[in-house]
């Protein structure tokens, strides 16, 4: 069975049109790899604010990845603490940093700039605790090749809109958008997907998608025959949350997204 239903790709190219007119287009930069490898390791299961601090203080503790290398593994936990699952993040680090001093006595990633984008895929997922959502964001963001991450907001946008099974898993979702997505459309409909998602797309728990809002209801298999007036949520016609929902469960459905997020894989 193929992973994912038939989408033609002039409703790709439409759907990545819609978003760039209404969030904009980035243009990205050639960064440290293996920088940005620790960053995306530090940013599973938290926010940006907290990752940044994190890593901040990580670089701070240890100038160089060879103190880090050095240092016991509960050194380098102390440095990323505020980024949450210090322990299992510390761990993580500390034997992606052995394997690459082992291989070849330093730290320079720099020549996987000159990779193919399929050759730093293969590189980087030798490593334990890497999956295709941080290879994809390492490319994408730290080495300027085409790829296309499935976060949690991408991911529930592509099963709304039939671009992959309903039972898709993260895995599957990843392979069908790097043969779906063209290379010139991966980096900017990754992006827009997140900010679509955060201010459109919306998770259940966290007021429903605003279909009636929505620039590419006409391509979603999900919104294209609902009734939906501007400004209105599809949870919200059937009942007022804030009449039904507890203080309590309001706390519990803020943090609906950050759920949906630590359950991927990263």
């Not at 730290?107 to 490593?127: G, I, P, R, T, V």
């Not at 007021?207 to 298999?221: E, M, N």
Request: charged share 30%.
């Amino acid at each position: 069975m193929p992973d994912t239903p038939v989408v033609a790709p002039e409703t790709v190219r439409i759907v990545h049109q819609k978003l760039l007119e209404q969030f904009g287009s980035r243009t990205p930069s050639k960064r440290d790899p293996l920088d940005g490898l620790i960053l995306i390791l530090l940013s599973q299961a938290t926010n940006d604010v907290n990752t940044d601090r994190a890593f901040t203080s990580l670089k701070a503790t240890f100038p160089d990845w060879k103190m880090a290398l050095d240092a016991p593994t509960e050194s380098i936990a102390d440095a990323i603490r505020r980024g949450g699952l210090a322990n299992q993040k510390a761990a993580r680090i500390k034997e992606i940093l052995r394997q690459i001093w082992e291989a070849q006595g330093d730290f320079d990633l720099a020549f996987l700039h000159d990779k193919s984008a399929d050759e730093c895929e293969a590189y980087l997922n030798q490593f334990h605790g890497v999956g295709p959502k941080t290879i994809a964001c390492v490319l994408m963001f730290f080495l300027d090749k085409p790829a296309f991450a499935v976060d949690t907001h991408v991911f529930r946008i592509l099963k709304r809109l039939g671009w992959i099974r309903d039972k898709a898993s993260v895995d599957e979702a990843h392979r069908v958008c790097k043969a779906l997505v063209p290379d010139e459309f991966k980096l900017d409909l990754h992006i827009n997907m997140i900010a679509h998602g955060r201010t459109t797309c919306r998770a259940d728990g966290n007021g429903g998608p605003k279909c009636g809002d929505c620039v590419i209801k006409a391509q979603c298999d999900f919104g294209r025959d609902l009734k939906v007036s501007p400004g209105k949520s599809v949870i919200a016609l059937s009942r007022d949350p804030d009449f039904f929902v507890t203080i309590k469960q309001k706390k519990e459905l803020e943090k609906v997204d950050e759920m949906e997020s630590e359950a991927l894989e990263s």
